[in-house]
């Protein structure tokens, strides 16, 4: 019996996937009276969000651990960035991706991912994700197909701990992370990150920003929280198993009016940045614990994707 190991070489990648980070942290302030944020930009990616690097992370691993190979087939469940960013990094892997989305997705978005020669299924509305998540699942034992699992996998969460943490930890003044604020799909950058500013001796408090409605006399009704809402998109409440008060000591939840999100986001856009409304919303609550924290404290955030494939939809309306 032949003892050899067989050797599957990770694909020549081109140049444009390997230059996946490290992106810039940038101090951040709206107004002059307005508190500094540190702000790491993630639009700058390839595919034009933070999840090309849980992408590149997760399908590298199984491509290493022999889980893939070239003209192999891998699914997920993501109605945005998600989706992009596989469908980019399969394209240079030369492997297949098959989206599984809930109907009603931006029109920008279907159209990037099929740019890239994946394919896409549509779940009803109503199934939202978990049909979908329901839906890969099952694509995936019928056709052998590596189901990514953004939304348990571990290494969702560790790309961030290894990669983005570390970035940050080199860029930010004096090492130093007093919070990090994010809204939360899958959870895996907040798990992540808070974990490497944890592990480097930062008393870091995780903070997670969950976009709400404003109602009449104040009281604050939840919208979709978010499964995929057309306002706040990509935030979603209740799916994720790496999302625990376990995988994070101290979280604090922060609730910001979804009206107030998409506002700051077209500010942010207006001074430069062209950012989607996940990254308003993150920028929101950034001020606001800035703002508790005091003068003198580095609160991170992330800018997770581009404006270009909200076009479509209510904040660019205006």
């Given at each position: 019996?032949?003892?050899?190991?067989?050797?599957?070489?990770?694909?020549?990648?081109?140049?444009?996937?390997?230059?996946?980070?490290?992106?810039?942290?940038?101090?951040?302030?709206?107004?002059?009276?307005?508190?500094?944020v540190?702000?790491?930009?993630?639009?700058?990616?390839?595919?034009?969000?933070?999840?090309?690097?849980?992408?590149?992370?997760?399908l590298?691993?199984?491509?290493?651990?022999?889980?893939?190979?070239?003209?192999?087939?891998?699914?997920?469940?993501?109605?945005?960035?998600?989706s992009?960013?596989?469908?980019?990094?399969?394209?240079?892997?030369?492997?297949?991706?098959?989206?599984?989305?809930?109907?009603?997705?931006?029109?920008?978005?279907?159209?990037?991912?099929?740019?890239?020669?994946?394919?896409?299924?549509?779940?009803?509305?109503?199934?939202?994700?978990?049909?979908?998540?329901d839906?890969?699942?099952?694509?995936?034992?019928?056709?052998?197909?590596?189901?990514?699992?953004?939304?348990?996998?571990?290494?969702?969460?560790?790309a961030?701990?290894?990669?983005?943490?570390?970035?940050?930890?080199?860029?930010?003044?004096?090492?130093?992370?007093?919070?990090?604020?994010?809204?939360?799909?899958?959870?895996?950058?907040?798990?992540?990150l808070?974990?490497?500013?944890?592990?480097?001796?930062?008393?870091?408090?995780?903070?997670?920003?969950?976009?709400?409605?404003?109602?009449?006399?104040?009281?604050?009704?939840?919208?979709?929280?978010?499964?995929?809402?057309?306002?706040?998109?990509?935030?979603?409440?209740?799916?994720?198993?790496?999302?625990?008060?376990?995988?994070?000591?101290?979280?604090?939840?922060?609730?910001?009016?979804?009206?107030?999100?998409?506002?700051?986001?077209?500010?942010?856009?207006?001074?430069?940045?062209?950012?989607?409304?996940?990254?308003?919303?993150?920028?929101?609550?950034?001020?606001?614990?800035?703002?508790?924290?005091?003068?003198?404290?580095?609160?991170?955030?992330?800018?997770?994707?581009?404006?270009?494939?909200?076009?479509?939809?209510?904040?660019f309306s205006?």
């Open positions: 019996m032949s003892n050899a190991v067989v050797f599957n070489p990770l694909p020549q990648l081109g140049r444009f996937l390997n230059l996946c980070g490290p992106t810039p942290l940038v101090p951040v302030q709206l107004t002059r009276d307005a508190p500094l540190w702000c790491k930009l993630e639009f700058l990616n390839p595919s034009g969000s933070t999840k090309d690097r849980i992408a590149r992370y997760m590298e691993k199984a491509w290493r651990t022999g889980e893939l190979c070239e003209g192999g087939t891998v699914v997920e469940a993501s109605s945005g960035s998600t992009i960013a596989l469908a980019l990094t399969c394209a240079q892997m030369g492997l297949r991706f098959v989206a599984v989305m809930p109907e009603g997705v931006s029109q920008e978005r279907v159209l990037m991912i099929r740019a890239y020669g994946a394919e896409i299924i549509l779940v009803s509305r109503e199934s939202s994700i978990r049909g979908a998540i839906t890969a699942e099952r694509y995936a034992k019928q056709h052998g197909a590596l189901h990514t699992r953004q939304f348990e996998n571990p290494d969702n969460a560790e961030h701990r290894l990669w983005t943490g570390q970035e940050i930890l080199s860029q930010i003044p004096h090492g130093m992370v007093h919070a990090v604020v994010s809204g939360v799909g899958t959870g895996g950058t907040i798990v992540g808070h974990h490497a500013f944890a592990q480097a001796g930062c008393p870091t408090i995780p903070v997670a920003a969950r976009p709400v409605r404003i109602g009449g006399g104040g009281a604050h009704t939840e919208i979709e929280c978010c499964s995929f809402s057309t306002r706040v998109p990509g935030v979603v409440d209740g799916i994720s198993k790496l999302y625990t008060h376990a995988a994070l000591p101290g979280l604090r939840e922060l609730d910001i009016d979804e009206e107030a999100a998409l506002q700051t986001t077209r500010a942010l856009i207006r001074k430069g940045f062209p950012v989607g409304p996940s990254t308003g919303l993150n920028f929101c609550a950034a001020e606001q614990i800035a703002r508790e924290l005091g003068a003198g404290a580095q609160v991170v955030t992330v800018f997770a994707d581009r404006m270009e494939r909200y076009f479509s939809t209510e904040l205006h």
